[in-house]
Nanobody, 120 residues
Framework: QVQLVESGGGLVQPGGSLRLSCAAS????????MGWYRQAPGKQRELVAV???????NYTDSVKGRFTIFRDNAKNTRYLQMNSLKPEDTAVYYC??????????????WGQGTQVTVSS
């Protein structure tokens, strides 16, 4: 079994900052990629940021220059630093893990989601 523990969401004023974290544990042989998606009411889930096993990163255009994804491999944890937050960043943020289990099968796993609300 795999567990993802997310934390760091909340309410923040426009222009403020939040840091999300996602810690993976369980039957993981290796992590291929880990990142965040978000889903706002009435909208489809979209990729926000992802970091690959080699450290490469990818961001959706709307967060480039404001959000930074980074990792602590020793803790199997990834972080999303969100600065200069805007009301349109309001959404439920979901951590996503792409990994190989001990059977070497490639799988994906989702966290429970954390609410980020940007409002004055």
């Amino acid at each position: 079994q795999v567990q993802l523990v997310e934390s760091g969401g909340g309410l923040v004023q426009p222009g403020g900052s939040l840091r999300l974290s996602c810690a993976a544990s369980g039957s993981i042989f290796s992590i291929n990629a880990m990142g965040w998606y978000r889903q706002a009411p009435g909208k489809q889930r979209e990729l926000v940021a992802v970091i690959g096993s080699g450290g490469s990163t990818n961001y959706t255009d709307s967060v480039k220059g404001r959000f930074t994804i980074f990792r602590d491999n020793a803790k199997n944890t990834r972080y999303l630093q969100m600065n200069s937050l805007k009301p349109e960043d309001t959404a439920v943020y979901y951590c996503n893990l792409v990994y190989r289990g001990r059977d070497y099968v490639l799988r994906t796993y989702w966290g429970q989601g954390t609410q980020v609300t940007v409002s004055s």
